[in-house]
């Protein structure tokens, strides 16, 4: 049988396992969600930022004279082994959960607690020398301790995801490198544009990619403000009056963020306008995210009967029917990252929304999305840049070839032979199955010269301007 301890709280009696490193407060919240099955313990960066939060907290009691060293020193020692990884398997409590956080700060406080008593010699649950609430959840709420840690996990992932994206911008600029002189239609509404080349299609990539990264760094500092010392409502009710700022400044070089005491604790207790602000900033992101792997698919498409004018590495054999076919799976579960990324901006949204009064009781849910965005992005980013992008092929003579039969190329020459002229040109070339420059030279309306300059790959691209006429006549095709 497995041992038990006795432990209490405001409902009665329960027993807890010996060997759990969390308390009753623990074993009722597990009771009372089992709604995701996904303990927090899945975001370490939650756990790490709840420890480095209570270590602050003591640190602080301590030199206020509240906490007596012994303890503080415990609970310190405790948090740190959390902050590095340790016992994370004792958080345990689903990350959706009622209570606006309560059973994750209880749960961080019982695990503390008995971490620091086993350091101090003593059996889990001898609350009486070192108690979860009276001791390491001293001059604090749930209400500024959960919020507080939520920020600081956030920052952390959001560093991961920069570091992704930079990755992948990286790889997007690389390969617009190499593809630099590979001439190729430009599309608009998936019909014939103007020319382009495919180091400048990879580059938009990279440019793209580059600024969403400015905007969640943006976005990020938003959230360096806590409301650590606010407590219940932002009152500051039950907390020394320098302990607020002491506390910020602590975490803050636990953390190495910099972190400030909101203006306005009782505003920053309630308000998640912050969290709005990043989510929909991930939401940009996985848009764009998608949009480029939207490309690549339509670009790879075939082999023989799509576009076909890029590769993308084959990572896995694609049908369990159809022989030889290979899919871009990679593309697609970035995709379908960006969906669920939407989907969470939208949880948050209304969970901001429903917060009443002096506190938003919803934000476990908020956290939940969050840190499952910003998470997820960054791995579909990170195998995007390292298992697809770098693999990338391209087929030039097929790019060249479409350039060259499409119809396109007949913007090249309007404002040299002007637009009725080249309008017929087009209906021409689509007409006959000639080329635009064949036509073109038939029709003498410019030397071949002119028209073998003006349809170069230098100045179809953008590189150069290339001016003949400066006044285009608004010629028409002689009939044939």
Known sequence: MTMARTEHDLIGEREVPEDAYWGIHTLRARENF????????????????????????????????????????????????????????????????????????????????????????????????????????????????????????????????????AHLAAAFAAKAVEFSDHLKMGRTQLQDAVPMTLGQEFGTYAVMIGEDIQRLDEAARLIDEINLGGTAIGTRLNSHPDYAVMACSALSALTGYPLTTATDLLEATQDVGAFVQISGTLKRTAVKLSKVCNDLRLLASGPRAGLGEIRLPAVQAGSSIMPGKVNPVIPEVVSQVAYEVIGNDIAITMSAEAGQLQLNAFEPLIAHKLLESATHMSNAATILAQRCVPGITADAERMRTNVERSTGLITALNPHIGYEAATELAARALSSDRTVAELAKDAGLLSPAEIDLLLSPVALTGRTQVRTHPNPPDAHLPAH
Do not use: W
Not at 95 to 122: D, F, Y
């Open 34 to 165: 089992p709604i995701t099955g996904t303990p927090i313990s899945h975001y370490p960066a939650l756990i790490r930022a709840l420890a480095l939060t209570k270590s602050a907290a003591a640190e602080t009691n301590q030199r206020l004279g509240l906490l007596p060293a012994d303890i503080a020193e415990a609970i310190v020692t405790a948090c740190r082994e959390i902050a590095d990884g340790a016992l994370h398997e004792h958080f345990v409590v689903d990350v959706v959960q009622g209570g606006a956080g309560t059973s994750t700060n209880m749960n961080a406080n019982e695990v503390i607690a008995n971490r620091a008593l086993e350091l101090m010699g003593r059996r889990r649950g001898e609350y009486a020398f070192i108690h979860p609430i009276e001791h390491v959840n001293l001059g604090q709420s749930t209400n500024d301790v959960y919020p507080t840690a939520v920020r600081i996990a956030v920052r952390a992932v959001l560093d991961e995801l920069h570091i992704a994206l």
